[in-house]
T-cell receptor, first 117, second 114 residues
Framework: AQTVTQSQPEMSVQEAETVTLSCTYD???????LFWYKQPPSRQMILVIR??????QNATENRFSVNFQKAAKSFSLKISDSQLGDAAMYFC??????????????FGQGTELSVKP | KAGVTQTPRYLIKTRGQQVTLSCSPI?????VSWYQQTPGQGLQFLFE???????NKGNFPGRFSGRQFSNSRSEMNVSTLELGDSALYLC?????????????FGPGTRLTVT
C-alpha cells in the first residue's frame, strides 16, 4: 500500500520570503501522480500543483514549484515570494495510475503554514 | 461554471441516528469521490462513484454507504452514528474515472455527532 508522509506539522515564513514544505512517499508503482493541495480556513481544498511521475521536469505554477526526486521518493513544494494569502494547511497527495485505483487520493497529514507580515 | 456543491454545510446528529449527505459535481463531471477529514486520522478516502457504480472503496465499515444518480449527483449515508464519525466530509468531482485530470473539491459538510 502507498503511504505519504509530511514530517513538518507546522512551518512559518516571513512575507516575501521563500519556504519549502517536505513530502515523502512510499510506493512500489512506477507510474503515478503527485499533488499539493492547499486548504485555507474556509476548508475548501484547492489544487496548487501537479506532477506526473514519468516527467523528469519539475512542475511550476507561478510562485509554486516542486522538487521531484523519484528515486528518493521525495516531493517538496517551494513557495517563493510568500504572501499572506498563502497561509493555509498544505497537503501532499499521491494518486496511482492503475485503472482499478480510479481517482483515489492518498494524503499526507498536512503542514500548517503561517505567513508573518 | 459552478463548482462542486455540498449540502448541508453543517449538521448535528445524535449517536445512533443516521445521516445523508449530498454532493453535486461540476456540470459534465461524471466521477465523484468522498473523503473523511478528522484531526486524528487526517484525510481518508471513503469511496468513488462513476456512472452510478461504485468503482473504489476505502477501508471504512459497512455503516458508510453511498450512491450516485443518473445526473451524477451523489449521496453518502452513515447509519448508526458514532461519536468518532464527527468529521468534515469532502466530496470531489472529476470529468472521468482514472484520468490525468485533477479532482475539484467541494466546501465540505461538517458533521458533529453528540
Amino acid at each position: 500500500a502507498q503511504t505519504v508522509t509530511q514530517s513538518q506539522p507546522e512551518m512559518s515564513v516571513q512575507e516575501a520570503e521563500t519556504v519549502t514544505l517536505s513530502c515523502t512517499y512510499d510506493t512500489s508503482e512506477s507510474d503515478y501522480y503527485l499533488f499539493w493541495y492547499k486548504q485555507p480556513p474556509s476548508r475548501q481544498m484547492i489544487l496548487v500543483i501537479r506532477q506526473e511521475a514519468y516527467k523528469q521536469q519539475n512542475a511550476t505554477e507561478n510562485r509554486f514549484s516542486v522538487n521531484f526526486q523519484k528515486a528518493a521518493k521525495s516531493f517538496s513544494l517551494k513557495i517563493s515570494d510568500s504572501q499572506l494569502g498563502d497561509a493555509a494547511m498544505y497537503f501532499c497527495a499521491y494518486r496511482s495510475r492503475a485503472r482499478n485505483q480510479g481517482g483515489k487520493l492518498i494524503f499526507g497529514q498536512g503542514t500548517e503554514l503561517s505567513v508573518k507580515p | 461554471k459552478a463548482g462542486v456543491t455540498q449540502t448541508p454545510r453543517y449538521l448535528i446528529k445524535t449517536r445512533g441516528q443516521q445521516v445523508t449527505l449530498s454532493c453535486s459535481p461540476i456540470s459534465g463531471h461524471r466521477s465523484v469521490s468522498w473523503y473523511q477529514q478528522t484531526p486524528g486520522q487526517g484525510l481518508q478516502f471513503l469511496f468513488e462513484y462513476f456512472s452510478e457504480t461504485q468503482r473504489n472503496k476505502g477501508n471504512f465499515p459497512g455503516r458508510f454507504s453511498g450512491r450516485q444518480f443518473s445526473n451524477s449527483r451523489s449521496e453518502m449515508n452513515v447509519s448508526t452514528l458514532e461519536l468518532g464519525d464527527s468529521a468534515l466530509y469532502l466530496c470531489a468531482s472529476s470529468p472521468r474515472l482514472a484520468t490525468p485530470y485533477e479532482q475539484y473539491f467541494g466546501p465540505g459538510t461538517r458533521l458533529t455527532v453528540t
